[in-house]
């Protein structure tokens, strides 16, 4: 059982918009930051949204991160067959001391 | 570049232990944590702990205290997991990711190694 929850599947035509959530707790995502990774078939995740909402050099607009209260937000706009991947938010847990990740969501662009 | 480099797959018994390796190159290797994190066959990730890499100091996250160890060799930028004991459980991808240290309210993990699948079977 994650810390955070995210929703284990959703799915979207090509070009259209997709969210993922991310819901936690005032432990984690409530006081501190969030980050999202992407993790396609076969390969280690890759950094996507640091500090909530900001895209490291490389990852195109086409992915912002938002958060309210205790739950994080990815959106994805334009999506492409090359989104299909697992996608997972994390953060810190201040409770635990510790690095906590949701379960993970698996796109599928149909 | 910012680069860490994992050693291969393992294949153990049940009982034995395993030392995975992830060697950083392209950055101050004392300036950014080493992170380990745990994937198990179609499951999730799952954040097993840290180790400051000034101090070598590790942490570890509830449930990986004990069998497994954190380590490093700065004088070759390179960190190790090991885990003793193995079980079948232990059966899983092991990824080496960098970070912030110390770590707390504003963490990500970035970059990722390639990640050892550690195999555990009689």
Known sequence: QSVL??????????????????????????????????????????????DNNERP?????????????????????????????????????????????????????? | QVQLVQSGSELRKPGASVKVSCKASGYTFTNYAINWVRQAPGQGLEWMGWINTNTGN?????????????????????TYLQINGLKAEDTAVYYCATSKQPLGARNWFDPWGQGALVTVSS
């Not at chain 1, 958060?67 to 994390?90: F, H, N, P, R, V």
């Open chain 2, 58 to 78: 590790p942490t570890y996250a509830q449930g990986f205290a004990g069998r497994f160890v954190f380590s490093l060799d700065t004088s070759i930028s390179t």
């Open chain 1, 5 to 50: 929850t995210q929703p284990p599947s959703v799915s979207a035509a090509p070009g259209q918009k997709v969210t993922i959530s991310c819901s936690g707790s005032s432990s984690n995502i409530g006081n501190n930051y969030v980050s999202w990774y992407q993790q396609l078939p076969g390969t280690a995740p890759k950094l996507l949204i640091y």
């Open chain 1, 57 to 110: 050099s490389g990852i195109p607009d086409r992915f912002s991160g938002s958060t309210s209260g205790t739950s994080a937000t990815l959106g994805i706009t334009g999506l492409q067959t090359g989104d299909e991947a697992d996608y997972y938010c994390g953060t810190w847990d201040s409770s635990l001391s510790a690095g906590v990740f949701g379960g993970g969501t698996k796109l599928t662009v149909l």
